[in-house]
């Protein structure tokens, strides 16, 4: 994808391009001094580049998604690596807890789930692209985004749970 920022042509792809690859360098080991030498750059971008991306380590953390087909499987792996908190539904449960709630009440059990989802350092969300970023405006803070399918989702969706593991693992370490 090509961009016009004042008289200067800019291609956006070779940028993308670039940055994976210099996350690729420091991910398998390479210095920042290191992947800023190949790259032609400063030491400072490729530190930069980093902090834009950081997640920070340790503290509260919180699973969320839904349609999901295999929600007891997640469910324990969010247990074992150290979730505080996991709501995971079947198509069949967020229809559940919809259709059976006055308007009223169900408005206040969204905003303490979203209140509660807050408070916590960490949030993975395991859902559709739509849903996604909806969750990642109302809670105004980094989340970790597992896509399982374009909006709308009807049907529940199977995730990996060594997927969700591995995500886990490298927030936590």
């Known amino acids: 994808m090509l961009l016009r920022i004042g008289s ?6 070779k940028i993308h391009h670039t940055i994976d690859n210099i996350l690729a360098m420091r991910s398998g080991g390479s210095s920042q001094h290191e992947a800023a030498v190949y790259f032609g750059l400063d030491r400072t971008v490729i530190s930069k580049l980093e902090s834009l991306g950081e997640v920070r380590k340790g503290g509260k953390a919180a699973v969320i998604g839904f349609p999901i087909k295999n929600c007891k499987e997640l469910d324990l792996v969010a247990q074992q690596e150290g ?3 996991c709501l995971l539904m079947s198509e069949q449960e967020r229809r559940g807890f919809v259709e059976h709630k006055s308007g009223m009440v169900l408005m206040n059990e969204i905003i303490g789930i979203i209140s509660q989802l807050r408070s916590y350092d960490k949030v993975i969300i395991l859902g559709s692209n739509m849903r ?3 969750l990642e405006n109302l809670l105004d803070k980094d989340v970790v985004g597992i896509q399982i399918g374009k ?3 009807k049907e529940d969706q199977y995730v990996d749970p060594e997927e969700l593991r591995g ?3 490298q927030l936590f370490i």
């Open 132 to 134: 996604i970023k909806a």
């Open 167 to 169: 995500i886990m693992r």
């Open 8 to 13: 200067k042509i800019i291609n956006a792809n």
């Open 151 to 153: 909006s709308p989702i």
């Open 83 to 85: 979730a505080d908190f």
